[in-house]
T-cell receptor, first 114, second 112 residues
Framework: AQSVTQPDIHITVSEGASLELRCNYS??????LFWYVQSPGQGLQLLLK??????LVQGIKGFEAEFKRSQSSFNLRKPSVHWSDAAEYFC????????????FGQGTELSVKP | DVKVTQSSRYLVKRTGEKVFLECVQD?????MFWYRQDPGLGLRLIYF???????EKGDIPEGYSVSREKKERFSLILESASTNQTSMYLC???????????FGPGTRLTVL
């Protein structure tokens, strides 16, 4: 079955600390992978995406993610978290010729301590 | 600035009412989607459309229908709203060959 798992429902980090949000997927074909961020009461904004090529991808707001095919993972990282990064983060997977149909994880809520 | 717009940010309806949620995109995208978002469940696909007048069921279509009469507009219809349809509804669109979804701001629907 195709699925995305985000093992951490809620993470709290101190401002300035590093961050890693985990994402594991199960997908029958070559995956396209995405991370989205959602601020309270807002829609989802694309942080970064992986289609092919370099397995380390850079996104907006200083985020990066690494695709590891052998581990079926696409973890999101940021070296130094800012208070404005507090939000909910969603990992998603899709495929070529799937017309944009994505499967989302459950989401990870990030809180940032001063 | 390209965008997806949704007709209402907040909506309160009564049980049994017929509810229309409207979504418009200005990017000439072929694909449009309706998702439902609930805490702890992430986003679940209700319906999607690859072209005008075409629709396909997603993972949770029960209690919902959709309409796509024009390429830029995709409507979600709750024929008879129930309290378990209280949720955040997100519309998205994407171009045919890529998977990147562009999302609207969402409609928070409360059914009393």
């Amino acid at each position: 079955a195709q699925s995305v798992t985000q093992p951490d429902i809620h993470i709290t980090v101190s401002e300035g600390a590093s961050l890693e949000l985990r994402c594991n997927y199960s997908y029958g074909a070559t995956p396209y992978l995405f991370w989205y961020v959602q601020s309270p009461g807002q829609g989802l904004q694309l942080l970064l995406k992986y289609f092919s090529g370099d397995t380390l991808v850079q996104g907006i707001k200083g985020f990066e993610a690494e695709f590891k095919r052998s581990q079926s993972s696409f973890n999101l990282r940021k070296p130094s978290v800012h208070w404005s990064d507090a939000a909910e983060y969603f990992c998603a997977v899709g495929g070529y010729n799937q017309g944009g149909k994505l499967i989302f994880g459950q989401g990870t809520e990030l809180s940032v301590k001063p | 600035d390209v965008k997806v717009t949704q007709s209402s940010r907040y909506l309160v309806k009564r049980t049994g009412e017929k509810v229309f949620l409207e979504c418009v995109q200005d990017m000439d995208h072929e694909n449009m989607f309706w998702y439902r978002q609930d805490p702890g469940l992430g986003l679940r696909l209700i319906y999607f459309s690859y072209d005008v007048k075409m629709k396909e069921k997603g993972d949770i279509p029960e209690g919902y229908s959709v309409s796509r009469e024009k390429k830029e507009r995709f409507s979600l219809i709750l024929e008879s709203a129930s309290t378990n349809q209280t949720s955040m509804y997100l519309c998205a669109s994407s171009a045919l060959t890529i998977g990147e979804n562009l999302f609207g701001p969402g409609t928070r629907l409360t059914v009393l």
